[in-house]
């Protein structure tokens, strides 16, 4: 009785019993059709999760070994979200996530190069590494960092530059798609900004776009006029909304 008092919440009750060998089927079932999935598939599925959060497809990484195995992809590397990880750690790396981030920068993620771009046009360390990482973001299409590369040129200094500047910005600028992204890395680069000290001398210059003399600006707030490009009849005027946006996002100027 005593040793029967015992094993009561040990004995798997029979329902429960049967319960567990269905998701034991359930699991094998699942198990053999993931092996069925082609594998291009299941590492452009993995790519989606990784691009949209480090947190899930490490999850998924966990949740069986076909994951595990097809994560481990150059391709899912190369669209690691990195949200997750600060721009300037306030802490010392890990092995594994120094680890983590030296594969990203193999597999050539735009992201990271990005960051890595905005670190080195920023800080004023180290401009000509900046613009060639820049343009390894940019040959994976990352808008963020076609963005950082125009307000290079229009804080360039050189008219000529300046020009181009504001001629791409104006480019960028014409797909709606463009624009909303635009918004969110704005927001980001912004928030980047304040984690590193902003030492670029060509940054304290502030230049002017718009050299028209009629009376074409809109009475609005600049910060509306951001938003909502249809609003902007000027390419210079919209590039002066972001070099005021800009400086006014610079921590210690
Ligand atoms: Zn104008």
New binding site residues.
Partial sequence: MVKDSKNVGRATPAILRSQSSKTTERAVVMASNIENIPRELLVEILSRIAESSFTDIHNAKLSCKYFHEAAEDTHVYRHMSLDDFSLVPWNPLSEKQQAFLTKCKECQNPEIMYRQGVLDYFTGKRPESALSHLQRALNANHIGALYVTCIILLFSGDDELKADGVRLMAEMKKSKYVRRKLKEHREKLKNMLRLMWVENPALRHRPV????QDN??RKRGWVDIIDDEED???????A?CEIRFLADSLPQW
């Fill in positions: 776009c718009c050299t028209r074409h600006r902007v009849h000027c390419e210079g005027c919209s002066d």
